[in-house]
């Protein structure tokens, strides 16, 4: 297969997979903040604390890191075929891809909050914050660098789903890599994919580690 023939596969693929990723990354955000915040707001100890809640939370959270995505892919599609009428393309794949990533953030979501000093918290709440102004102004800025690099190992991992999402006609990298890398033969494309793929994983970690070494730095002038 020529650079000509390849080109235009690579640009659609790599599309499809950005955007699936963008995409789902934006509901794991959605999705795992609050429930990561309400794991350690209902926890002993916590400013809403609540067992019954927090256990509820808790199993939904380790039932949707425990199964694995190929699973979670096949179980979901009648889920997915109700909601956007397919359970093919690109697309469509941003629906397992976000139900498997709020899970994933929401634990790293929650260890990064509980690293916050307890002494903030009381601080805030001693001059009367509510437990919305201590979320807001105490745990989400506070953890806001490990917030960040939680963030970036969900993207980086939502890559690898969209990759193994194109097994099943996700659309993507992954699904010209089985297309033509694998049942075609085509081991020049199956090559360049791979790189493509490392390409954007390393990006997306100097990009990571990037915004996480600007907010440390700039935590910690705040508080010089």
Do not use: C
């Not at 596969?9 to 955000?29: C, D, I, K, P, Y």
């Not at 990561?36 to 939370?57: E, M």
């Not at 979901?76 to 709020?102: D, H, N, Q, R």
């Not at 991992?157 to 089985?178: D, F, K, R, W």
């Amino acid at each position: 297969m020529t650079w000509d023939i390849m080109k235009p596969l690579l640009e659609t693929a790599t599309g499809e997979t950005l955007r699936m990723v963008a995409w789902s990354t934006l509901f794991a955000v959605l999705g795992g903040v609050p429930l990561g915040v309400l794991l350690v707001l209902t926890d002993r100890g916590g400013l809403l604390r609540n067992t019954v809640v927090n256990k509820a939370v808790g199993a939904v959270v380790n039932v949707g890191r425990s199964l694995p995505f190929i699973i979670l892919l096949i179980a979901l599609i009648p889920f997915t075929k109700a909601v956007l009428g397919t359970y093919i393309g690109a697309e469509a794949m941003i629906v397992p891809l976000s139900v498997g990533a709020i899970p994933f953030y929401a634990r790293l979501v929650e260890t990064s909050v509980r690293e916050v000093d307890h002494g903030l918290t009381e601080a805030v709440q001693a001059m009367g914050g509510s437990t919305w102004t201590v979320v807001r102004k105490v745990l989400l800025p506070q953890s806001l660098p490990s917030l960040v690099a939680g963030l970036t190992t969900t993207v980086i991992a939502l890559v690898g789903y969209s990759a193994m999402a194109g097994t099943v006609g996700g659309g993507g990298l992954g699904n010209l890599a089985v297309t033509y890398g694998y049942q075609r033969f085509e081991t020049g494309l199956m090559l360049v994919t791979v790189a493509l793929l490392i390409v954007l994983v390393t990006a997306l970690q100097l990009i990571g580690d990037l915004a996480v070494r600007g907010l440390a730095r700039r935590g910690r002038a705040r508080t010089t």
